[in-house]
């Protein structure tokens, strides 16, 4: 039984998010009564808009990965850990024996800090599961001890829910959508990052009035200042660093543009799914705990704007200039350059939408995410053994920037951990 359990919800994962949304939404919808054809039409927004995301994301990836790999080659840089990228991580979370133990037991955490009133979220985010199964997977492959592995991505899950209600109205004041927040052990976990550097920035004059906000530069620079610039600019720049001709430096740009631009209106179609459900819950809820407001986690990806897309390109450059100088660093920046953006994704409002704070905050965490990676690289190398990836040529160990494992809070928990 529990084997057609295990099998049916890893079917149930294998759909995506643009296939799982819609089915959770119009079962949530029916849940909280809302009618069966506004559920339905809730639940197709809801995928349709992370498909969007999805199309829009990947047609800038397919743009900004050749660009990036062309960049290391003309850098002739040759480390021996290579970034094999967060799909690798996503594999590895979703591909050990952790899986049952860790997905059952993060839900069941939530349902007792939503009875004892330690939480005001309910995490539906369940593909991003996988941000924090990779900590149990890696220590599971490090120490064979399965029992550590599971009480350490639980731990950090816990941490992950936790910090998802602290920054939830943050969070609503800063995007405007009510009721929602984001768990995400990866993205959520730069969070206190972004508050110490922005802790840090207002002690020192003249840097602390710094303002690239989104609208400070439209203002300033009018039509050069706008996405659909930036993207253009951001767009020649890369190709001219990586030795593209004309034609395909263009294409490049457009494609950058047509994602800064397009991404944000897909959210804009994510969050007109989730409105006539949200709105249900909340009347609901108001009626069976009045003195609660309660809150969905979901996909962070709700939260691309084209700030995070222009901060998340910028730092492709200072990545491989960091992994050059960076003493003891042994982790070559590869296929995660293209994605960099989610390392800033959550962190705009404690940044106070200020592109600058945001780019320095990025370039703090890829200093860290770079010496962490690289820590535990013996160990996801034998993590992803585990889950059946095979290694690349050249690379005596792999690893990947963009990963739940890769926050300082989860380094820690992932030390304590293999001490079993």
Known sequence: MFDWFLAGFNAFIDLGAAVMMPIIFFILGLIVKVKPSTALKSGLLMGVGFEGIGVMVGLMLDGLSPAANAIVDRLGLNLTVVDVGWPVAAQIGWGTAIVPFAVIGAIVI??????????RVVNIDLYNFNHFMIIGAIIYAGTGNLLAGIVCCLVVSTLALILGDKVADKIVEDTGVENVTYVNAFAGMQVP????????????????????SSAAINKRFGIVGEPIALGLIMGVILGIGAG?????????SIKISAAMVLLPKMVGILVEGLEPIKEAMKEMLKKKMPDRDIFLALDVGMMITDETLAVGILLIPVALLLAVILPGNKVLPLVDLSSLFWFVVMIKPFCKGNMFRMFITGCVILVISLYVAGDIAPMYTLAAEMAGTHMPEGASAVTNLITGATSIVAWIVTKIGLLF
Do not use: C, G, S
């Not at 939530?110 to 939480?119: D, M, P, Q, R, S």
């Not at 550097?197 to 710094?210: L, S, Y």
């Not at 593209?244 to 490049?252: A, K, S, Y």
């Open 244 to 252: 593209f001709d004309i034609n395909t430096i263009l294409q490049l």
């Open 193 to 212: 990052v972004a508050m110490a550097v922005n802790k840090i920035i207002e002690k020192i004059p003249k840097v602390r009035d710094i303002n690239m």
């Open 110 to 119: 939530n349902i007792i800090f939503l009875a004892f009133k330690w939480t």
